[in-house]
């Protein structure tokens, strides 16, 4: 069973930063990319990251480059997410998700394949 725990969420002032981790298990094989995903009520969640286990490929919405970095520790199946100069509007739910592969098209984010869900982590932005 697929499993991914993200951890790291919390309150942060404006321009502070944070660590976001996603612990995964369940994998039969590294053929896998993670990708980060925030939501806030009332919008669709996006897609803001992701990398790719099998050759380090990685992702990121216009929003954050520049500011997030995303990177991965494969002998722990761990993915980072490494937020700094935070903003109110970075404030949302964070999802971590697995899937065969992702790819970015128009700025959207997407994974491909059967898709898994971790429960969500909340950051806080105060400004």
């Known amino acids: 069973e697929v499993q991914l725990v993200e951890s790291g969420g919390g309150v942060v002032q404006a321009g502070g930063s944070l660590r976001l981790s996603c612990a995964a298990s369940g994998f039969t094989s590294d053929n896998y990319a993670i990708a980060w995903f925030r939501q806030v009520p009332g919008k669709e969640r996006e897609g803001i990251s992701s990398?790719?286990?099998?050759?380090?490929?990685?992702h990121y919405k216009e929003s954050v480059k520049g500011r997030f970095t995303i990177s991965s520790d494969n002998a722990k199946n761990t993915v980072y997410l490494q937020m700094n100069k935070l903003k109110a509007e970075d404030t949302s739910v964070y999802y971590c998700a697995a899937g065969a592969d992702s790819a970015e098209a128009m700025d959207i984010i997407y994974l491909i394949g059967d898709v898994y869900w971790g429960r969500g982590t909340q950051v806080t932005v105060s400004s």
């Open positions: 990398i790719s286990f099998v050759d380090g490929k990685t």
